[in-house]
T-cell receptor, first 113, second 116 residues
Framework: AQTVTQSQPEMSVQEAETVTLSCTYD???????LFWYKQPPSRQMILVIR??????QNATENRFSVNFQKAAKSFSLKISDSQLGDTAMYFC??????????FGQGTELSVKP | DVKVTQSSRYLVKRTGEKVFLECVQD?????MFWYRQDPGLGLRLIYF???????EKGDIPEGYSVSREKKERFSLILESASTNQTSMYLC???????????????FGSGTRLTVV
């Protein structure tokens, strides 16, 4: 069975600084996708970034980038130039051939002015 | 703008009541999902559906059932609500599974259910 683990329940960062959120996963599949979702206080889940397992190049979306280490089954999210609006719960998620999205426990990020 | 709409943002029910949580999507998606969100546990899949009148159990189906009579609507039913079902419930939808796992999920805004 696939599992996703986020070992940092809470993190904080000063505005304009960089923060990295960790995620590890376990699967026996070779073709899958990994995601980072953001859930602000409004509760709306927002897709931040996605990574295809067969692509070696790390995905980037503006200030958000990932460090995808397939052999180590690690998928961390780096947020550069943190903004107050980045304050949210962040979830790492995995989807394989079964089509079901599996989530980690979440990391609550606070960006401080 | 595509949407997944959950009928209630907050709900308070009494122990033993039958509770219906409704979810409607306007994207003609085949797949619909119900998740439960609890602090420290993330989102856990309760039930999902790949087609009308079709349902499959997720990881924590006990105490819940679902109904999908129309493609756009997926209901979660708590047959006899209990206090340990107090939680946030999130509905999601996605296109056909056979399109490949790269499709995105679209989520509703959640229903915070309190059972007293």
């Amino acid at each position: 069975a696939q599992t996703v683990t986020q070992s940092q329940p809470e993190m904080s960062v000063q505005e304009a600084e960089t923060v990295t959120l960790s995620c590890t996963y376990d699967t026996s599949e070779s073709n899958y996708y990994l995601f980072w979702y953001k859930q602000p206080p409004s509760r709306q889940m927002i897709l931040v970034i996605r990574q295809e397992a067969y692509k070696q190049q790390n995905a980037t979306e503006n200030r958000f980038s990932v460090n995808f280490q397939k052999a180590a089954k690690s998928f961390s999210l780096k947020i550069s130039d943190s903004q107050l609006g980045d304050t949210a719960m962040y979830f790492c998620a995995f989807i394989g051939q079964g089509g079901k999205l599996i989530f980690g426990q979440g990391t609550e990020l606070s960006v401080k002015p | 703008d595509v949407k997944v709409t959950q009928s209630s943002r907050y709900l308070v029910k009494r122990t033993g009541e039958k509770v219906f949580l409704e979810c409607v999507q306007d994207m003609d998606h085949e797949n619909m999902f119900w998740y439960r969100q609890d602090p420290g546990l993330g989102l856990r899949l309760i039930y999902f559906s790949y087609d009308v009148k079709m349902k499959e159990k997720g990881d924590i189906p006990e105490g819940y059932s679902v109904s999908r009579e129309k493609k756009e609507r997926f209901s979660l039913i708590l047959e006899s609500a209990s206090t340990n079902q107090t939680s946030m419930y999130l509905c999601a939808s996605s296109p056909n599974l056979h399109a490949g796992p790269n499709y995105g999920y679209t989520f509703g805004s959640g229903t915070r259910l309190t059972v007293v």
